[in-house]
């Protein structure tokens, strides 16, 4: 089931973004992967990719992934958005203000993102029937 | 008329590029970078490329104004709403509507304020001094500082809060030392500028050599002390006169980054131009008005900007007007007329800075 799904992974640490494009790899996801909110919004606005996940970090040069996911919700609005924060409280509120689907505190295990990506994808497929 | 853009480095580039993929997206923008290095020059590009840009851009300068007085121009007051609010006076979230707010040194807004200021982009409502009413604002907020605001959130002189709130799109402006290839396309555009705005003037632009120099030099004000000094040379038309006039660094340059140095450090440049030359240079002008021999106690005494500031004019003066004196065959009244003082003041002065014609 997992197998179609495509993901865009975006964190300006590059040894997250490299175990996070390993895990999902292996576990059969389509995945793509930005090291800022910038290169991001690139990626998206790419006509030859499409996505129906995000998993991005918020606290990042230029595009914060705040504004990514406000972007994002506006332009993209079929996405499923999953935000991590290790910075205090602050941006993951703001982060759920701009109607991320789901906002995790980071240390995050892996298996549980997994978990939280395929719930998402159930659920729209859930209402896609 | 908005100033382009000009750069051609890659941080430059790249802040074009990521202009042109945010202007729509009316998100808060905060904009760093040291003072002069172009932070309102990009919020102005932010503007015109957006879909806002027939509306209003309105500047505050939040380090300008006493705390009372940037509070009513942020949001406007009622009649009566204090003592000397004889009018009702609408504030720049007001005026901004619809348009840009471009909030300058956010950084030194006062805490009282910021904690309104983050309320009222929390809820897009705001309410003028004196009134019990809300109103509804649509502002696209754009605010600069030259302050690390991390830092600044450290020693609690700025809200965390506010500052992730404003950070939601960030630009960093590098100082202009850091992007050296900028300097020259800087000089051609504003060389032609004042050339176009001052047609008689006649200052020439750098050759090679003197460029070279130009981009050896730190830029402690950015473009705008470049810009100030292209100014000059439109006027004074030698680059001599205006690194004589540049302020000097007395530490040496620090080391660039390794990537940023094979394509714009011309290498005809030393670095003595900018370390021992100058300190020299400082201490040999300052030496002719005060005794720089004597122990740091009496020399401190000794520094008065108030008599230095005297004793440098009345030099100048005395070398202008003998200059003068003898360009007019020491004709009194002409020299007045030239030097546009009243012919009793330059008697005056030749009497004080005994300025004599030569006996014959
Ligand atoms: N990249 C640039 N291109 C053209 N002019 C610039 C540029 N950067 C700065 N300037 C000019 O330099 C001066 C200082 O810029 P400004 O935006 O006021 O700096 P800051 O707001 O960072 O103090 C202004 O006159 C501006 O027009």
Same mark, same amino acid.
């Given at each position: 089931m997992a197998g179609t799904c495509r993901l865009l992974i975006v964190d300006d640490n590059e040894d997250i973004l490299s175990t996070f494009y390993e895990f999902f790899n292996s576990m059969n996801y389509e995945v793509k992967t930005a090291i800022d909110g910038f290169v991001a919004l690139k990626v998206l606005r790419d006509k030859s990719n499409s996505f129906d996940c995000l998993i991005t970090d918020l606290?990042?040069?230029?595009?914060?992934g705040v504004g990514l996911i406000s972007i994002v919700k506006k332009e993209y609005p079929h996405l499923k958005i999953i935000a991590m924060t290790g910075y205090g409280d602050q941006p993951g509120a703001l982060a759920s203000e701009a109607e991320a689907d789901v906002v995790l505190f980071k240390p995050i295990d892996l298996f549980k993102i997994e978990n939280t990506v395929s719930e998402l994808m159930n659920l729209k497929t859930d209402k896609q029937k | 008329m908005t100033t382009p853009l000009i750069g051609v480095s890659n941080s430059i580039l790249k802040i074009k590029e990521l202009i042109s993929h945010v202007a729509n997206t009316c998100l808060n923008v905060l904009i760093t970078g $040291? /003072? *002069?290095?172009g932070k309102e020059v990009i919020a102005q590009s932010l503007y015109s490329e957006?879909?806002?840009?027939? $509306?209003n851009f309105v500047k505050i300068n939040?380090?300008?104004? @006493?705390e009372t007085l940037l509070e009513s121009e942020l949001y406007g007051f009622e009649k009566?709403?204090? /003592? *000397?609010?004889?009018k009702k006076r609408p504030g720049k979230f007001q005026t901004a509507d619809k348009g840009v707010l471009f909030l300058d040194e956010? *950084?030194?807004?006062p805490l009282s304020l910021q904690s309104k200021m983050l309320h009222v982009l929390q809820s897009g409502e705001f309410s003028p001094l004196g009134s019990d009413q809300d109103f509804k604002t649509d502002v696209w907020v754009i605010a600069a500082t030259n302050h690390n605001l991390e830092k600044s959130i450290a020693q609690k002189m700025f809200r965390e809060d506010l500052f992730y709130r404003l950070n939601i799109i960030k630009i960093h402006i590098p100082p202009l030392r850091e992007r050296k290839e900028d300097i020259s396309p800087l000089i051609e555009y504003y060389h032609r500028l004042y050339q176009s705005e001052y047609p008689n003037s006649n200052g020439s632009k750098p050759d090679s050599d003197t460029l070279a120099k130009l981009c050896q030099? $730190?830029? @402690?004000?950015?473009v705008r002390q470049l810009q100030n000094c292209i100014k000059k040379q439109m006027v004074l038309d030698s680059w001599a006169k205006i690194f004589d006039e540049l302020p000097k660094e007395q530490e040496s340059i620090p080391q660039l980054p390794?990537?940023? =140095? =094979?394509?714009?450090? @011309?290498?005809?440049? /030393?670095n003595e131009f900018a370390t021992n030359e100058f300190a020299t240079n400082q201490t040999t002008i300052i030496s002719e008005f005060v005794?720089?021999? /004597?122990?740091s106690e009496k020399l401190f005494e000794d520094i008065s900007l108030k008599k230095i500031k005297k004793l440098a004019s009345d030099r100048v003066e005395k070398e202008v007007i003998t200059f003068v004196l003898e360009k007019v065959g020491w004709n009194r009244s002409r020299a007045a007329k030239i030097l546009k003082i009243s012919y009793k003041t330059l008697l005056y002065k030749m009497n004080e800075f005994k300025v004599h014609p030569p006996v014959k």
């Open positions: 606290v990042m040069p230029n595009i914060s | $040291e /003072t *002069g290095v957006s879909i806002r840009s027939s $509306e939040c380090a300008a104004l @006493p009566g709403a204090f /003592t *000397g609010a004889h956010i *950084g030194d807004m030099y $730190e830029w @402690p004000g950015n390794e990537g940023d =140095q =094979q394509n714009n450090v @011309p290498l005809s440049a /030393t005794d720089l021999s /004597t122990s």
